[in-house]
C-alpha cells in the first residue's frame, strides 16, 4: 500500500513561486501514474498535473506554461514547481497515485497553497 505526504505549501503573494513535493512510501511508485489535483473552496476537485510511469506529463489549460511536474523515481518523489502564481491558484493540492488518472487510487492528506493579491 502506497502512502502520500505532501509539503512546501503556504502563502505567497501574486507572481510568485512555490515548488511542492509528494513523497511517497512503497516500492511501486515507479510504476504508479502520479497527478497533482487541488480543490478550491465550493468547487469541485480537478486535475492540474499528472505524470506517467514513463514521464509523459500533462496540464490543465489553467497552468500550462506557469506549472512544471516531475518526478524521481529513485527518490519516491513527485513534485510540482508553481511559477507565476495567481490568487485563482489557491486551493487545496492533493496528490495521488494510482494505476491510471480515472483509477480510484491512493490520496494525500493534502496541502494548503494561498496566493495573495
Known amino acids: 500500500q502506497v502512502q502520500l505526504a505532501e509539503s512546501g505549501g503556504g502563502l505567497v503573494q501574486a507572481g510568485g513561486s512555490l515548488r511542492l513535493s509528494c513523497a511517497a512510501s512503497?516500492?511501486?511508485?515507479?510504476?504508479?501514474?502520479m497527478g497533482w489535483y487541488r480543490q478550491a473552496p465550493g468547487k469541485a476537485r480537478e486535475l492540474v498535473a499528472g505524470?506517467?510511469?514513463?514521464?509523459?506529463?500533462n496540464y490543465a489549460d489553467s497552468v500550462k506554461g506557469r506549472f512544471t511536474i516531475s518526478r524521481d523515481n529513485a527518490k519516491n518523489t513527485m513534485y510540482l514547481q508553481m511559477n507565476s502564481l495567481k490568487p485563482e491558484d489557491s486551493a487545496v493540492y492533493y496528490c495521488?497515485?494510482?494505476?491510471?488518472?480515472?483509477?480510484?487510487?491512493?490520496w494525500g492528506q493534502g496541502i494548503q497553497v494561498t496566493v495573495s493579491s
Open positions: 495521488k497515485s494510482g494505476a491510471s488518472y480515472n483509477a480510484p487510487g491512493t
Open positions: 512503497g516500492s511501486i511508485f515507479s510504476l504508479s501514474v
Open positions: 505524470i506517467t510511469r514513463i514521464g509523459t506529463t
